[in-house]
């Protein structure tokens, strides 16, 4: 759970049921923050490997976005990547709230001009098939603690400096190398048996808005990864990106 000034982010996984939180969740917020309006909404996951493991009304994204449109109004449901293959993203968002009445009085809890030019994005890496010896690192098992875990880790990554590859020189864009060749790399040169999934959701005025093209000229990580999927999704406000990527040869 992340909470900001206007903004509140719940992470899950297994077979938790997130939804079933949100109206009591926007009685909290305006009762505590005094919003009383949902500016919008992200609500995004990759396919399950096994729907029939999850709760009711979340074994298929169509029931979720049922849920979604019971609450807000406005809602747009999206699929990145092809649903008939093994992977693919899924993105429930909203309009902006000021698209539902132009003329509703917003006061100080509403969209400014300000806020709306301040730079806005997220990334997420959601790494699966891992490899079961790798992953024995991050069990009570083999580390008793956080500290543990982290020392285990670190003895099992040898990541130069930066984590460079020579293919740097290939990436034209410095916000993906930055990206791609600091962040990334430490990340994954942890797992020998591995695919990869990432999702970069950014504003037009954050940088990361360039990272949408420059990932379409980048079909590796170094020579390892090779790049299975790209698409892109542009709504109102935001440039949503996903990428999946498997291990070379796997």
């Given amino acids: ?15 938790t049921t997130p939804l079933q939180c949100l ?12 919003f009383d309006q949902v500016e919008d909404i ?8 096994r729907p029939d493991l999850q709760k ?30 093994p992977d693919c993203w899924y993105l429930y968002t909203l309009n902006p709230i000021q698209d ?34 790798v992953m024995q690192l991050f069990t009570k098992a ?19 400096c930066h984590g460079n590859s020579q293919d740097e020189d290939d990436i034209p864009d410095q916000t993906l190398e930055i990206l791609m060749h600091d962040l990334d ?16 959701d950014a504003t037009e005025t954050s940088e990361a808005s360039r990272i949408p093209r420059s990932l ?11 790049q299975e999927d790209i698409e892109t999704c542009r709504t109102k406000n935001y440039d949503f990106t996903y990428t999946f990527y498997s291990k070379f040869p796997s």
């Fill in 216 to 226: 379409k000229e980048v079909s590796w990580f170094g020579n390892k990864w090779r």
């Fill in 1 to 15: 759970m992340f909470i900001a000034k206007r903004r509140f982010i719940l992470k899950t996984c297994g077979t």
């Fill in 185 to 200: 790399p430490k990340v994954m040169q942890l797992f020998t048996k591995a695919q990869s999934t990432s999702a970069t």
């Fill in 142 to 160: 083999q580390s008793t603690s956080a500290t543990d875990a982290t020392e285990d880790v670190n003895n099992n990554m040898d990541l130069g």
């Fill in 100 to 133: 539902v009445n132009n003329n509703m009085d917003l006061g100080c809890h509403g969209n400014s001009q300000d806020e709306d030019d301040i730079p806005d994005q997220t990334l997420e890496i959601l790494m699966h098939d891992l490899d079961p010896k």
């Fill in 56 to 85: 009711k009304d979340y074994r298929s994204f169509d029931q979720e976005v049922e849920l979604l449109n019971a609450l807000f109004l406005r809602g747009h449901a999206y699929c990145l990547g092809s649903p008939k293959r």
């Fill in 23 to 34: 109206k009591s969740l926007l009685t909290l917020v305006e009762q505590y923050a005094g």
């Fill in 42 to 49: 992200f609500y995004s996951r990759k396919n399950f490997k």
